[in-house]
């Protein structure tokens, strides 16, 4: 028993003796630089932060400081801190902006934001910022090595965005039954419409708007079902017309041929 203790007593030994250990008590500068360089190095980015936060005041604003903070910035990325990492390639790039790593940086901190981007369900202001600060980069750097993995990225913000927007949409359709107002659907399916002409969205909008202008016309009042099952029947034909091979084909004509046999009723 009393070996054994003297075992673990000696490891302990060891490990507060360590270099790292030394290095993380230590007050000089240079020693908790060159070592947190070292474990960056290596891949040990949490034990490399440690060493770096401890001086990053020193450093800030100074030439020598360019290594030290794009590393730190490195650093919480590949550890998934993307917030403090978007945070300390913001200011990487501010305060360096004649590094040869500036490009990186603001490709990395774009994708960082994009990292943070929750579903589309919720909300998406972590995935404006990322588009935002993308689009400055592509902008800023439109030959860039990153700039085919930043359109990547963009269009896959931007689908989050546009489903979003379809899901917000036809939510007026699927309440309509409830609040007898399919004409606010029509108007909410148009605007997503007109404000996204090429999402891959647009059919199943221009078919929920139709389904919403079929819904209004067989429950309209006799004054109004005249008029609105024409307009039903015109959006119809117009949807064929751009989808002749739309998935909604068979529900559709269905819808289509009932508005028909309506209108035959109330044109007599």
Do not use: W
């Not at 936060?53 to 919480?76: C, D, M, W």
């Not at 917030?83 to 960082?112: H, I, T």
Request: glycine letters at 4%.
């Amino acid at each position: 028993m009393k070996k054994y203790l003297i075992i673990l007593s000696t490891a302990a030994l060891v490990v507060s003796c360590s270099p790292y250990q030394k290095a993380l008590k230590s007050e000089d500068k240079a020693l908790k630089y060159e070592m947190g360089t070292e474990l960056y190095e290596k891949g040990k980015h949490n034990k490399a932060i440690r060493l770096f936060e401890q001086i990053a005041g020193s450093y800030r604003g100074k030439p020598s400081g360019e290594g030290l903070f794009y590393r730190l910035s490195k650093s919480y990325y590949e550890t998934k801190q993307y917030y403090l990492a978007a945070e300390q390639l913001k200011s990487f790039v501010n305060g360096y902006p004649k590094s040869e790593k500036r490009e990186e940086a603001m490709f990395l901190r774009g994708k960082a934001y994009s990292m943070v981007s929750p579903v589309y369900s919720q909300d998406q202001g972590d995935t404006y910022q990322a588009l935002e600060v993308l689009q400055t980069f592509i902008d800023t750097y439109p030959d860039s090595q990153y700039l085919s993995e930043a359109n990547e990225i963009v269009a896959e913000l931007t689908d989050k965005l546009e489903k979003k927007a379809f899901e917000i949409a036809r939510q007026y359709n699927k309440i309509g039954g409830y609040t007898r107002n399919y004409n606010a659907a029509i108007v909410a399916l148009d605007n997503f419409i007109l404000d996204n002409p090429g999402s891959k969205y647009k059919e199943d909008a221009v078919f929920y708007k139709y389904d919403s202008a079929y819904k209004l016309a067989m429950n309209s009042i006799d004054d109004k079902k005249h008029e609105r099952l024409n307009k039903a029947i015109s959006i119809y034909e117009s949807f064929i017309a751009s989808y002749a091979d739309t998935k909604y084909k068979s529900e559709a004509k269905q819808m289509f041929d009932n508005l028909n046999k309506e209108l035959e009723i109330y044109s007599n």
